[in-house]
Every structure is written in C-alpha cells, then in structure tokens.
C-alpha cells in the first residue's frame, strides 16, 4: 500500500553481499562431477579406439574423481 515504510529493525541477512563461502560446496560438487565426466570421457574415448570395453572408461572417472579431490584440496583448502 501506499504510506507503507519498511520495517526497521534488521532482517538478519548481513545486507546485500552474501557470505564469502557461498557456493564452495557447489564447486567442490562440479570439480568432482567434472572431473569424472571429462576424463572418464577420454578413458571412454581410448576404449572406442582400443577395442576394449569399458577398461578405461573406468579408469578415467576414477583419476578424474582423484584429480577433482586434489583440485578441491588445492583450491578450496578444505
């Protein structure tokens, strides 16, 4: 309604600027996710070229979870 003014005690919402971890957990998730996705890709790859079945796909997405744990590790430093 018109006339109406915002209430004056605070919200709780520590203002406008988020927190500074926001999304840490979200980009831990998407440097494993990632990880897992691109190398197991390769690994899904070489299999196409080798003829195996599935060796190196597994492969990949294993050394890829590993390289998305060191990346987290590194970068996040949890």
Known sequence: MTGQ???HEPRGDNGPNP???TG???T???YLIAGMLV???IGWLVDH???TKGI???IGAVLGMA???YLIVRRLGA
């Open 5 to 7: 003014k915002p209430p």
């Open 24 to 26: 840490v957990g979200m």
């Open 56 to 58: 190196f796909a597994g």
């Open 67 to 69: 390289g998305g744990v």
């Open 19 to 21: 927190p500074p971890d």
């Open 39 to 41: 190398w197991g890709g």
């Open 49 to 51: 070229f080798v003829g």
């Open 28 to 30: 831990a998730i998407s």
